[in-house]
């Protein structure tokens, strides 16, 4: 499996013409088209919204890249399965880890520009990490076999990834919503519900406030998405043999 994630990364990166740089620019270019809309046309934002709003995209990019590509990699990879009967559930596991990665090169830059909050308890944005992961690949489970009967899935996912984009709080707090009297409670036990709302808040705590992330939210978050993980090996492995056949 190390091979195989070496070499989607390194296909990764040279399908661009930048390589590794692109992925320090691309959250940069999406930070600054936030920032112009948001902070200076709406004059909405406070003190470093800049580095807040790249915490949000670098996490949020890590997700949406990582679900997306366990869409797809069954499809890509039909004559490997095939030929060499490697377990399905591994070859999810390889966007989760390419995406993994490229996140921590996002990581880096924030830690760098906000290297005044950066210390010890940096260490902690790790873990983050690796939840993030582990929620895209729990997911990504359910969503790369529904994508071999439905192909039209991945598809429709990047619309459904959209809309959660901006329903997640990556350019806003999640204290907009959680504590404004207007929204009904419903909305916000919804809202809440939405594993990036804790994710991103954690990635904040660690990588801008320089304090621990709320761990109970942390771990209530990580028994949901081990089940969730144990729930889609499951229906992973009575679905391989209908999927081998579809290939």
Known sequence: ??????ASLKTTVDTTRLGWLWWVVSPLIMMGIYYVFVKIILGRGGENYHIFILT???AWQFFNNALIGTAQVVGQNAQLIKQVALPIPMLIMIPVLVQMTLAAVGVGIIMLWNIQMTGFHSLLVFPLLLLTGM?????GLFISVLNVYISDISQLLQYILRMAFFLSPVLFPAERVLQNEKIPEMIKIIFHLNPMVTLIDGFRAVLIDGVFFALPNIMILFFCVV????MGLVWVRRNTSQIIRML
Do not use: H, K, P
């Not at 499996?1 to 070496?6: A, C, R």
């Open 56 to 58: 949000g995209i670098v």
């Open 227 to 230: 089940f969730l993980i144990q």
């Open 135 to 139: 929620t895209s690949y729990g997911l």
């Open 1 to 6: 499996m190390v091979s195989l994630t070496e």
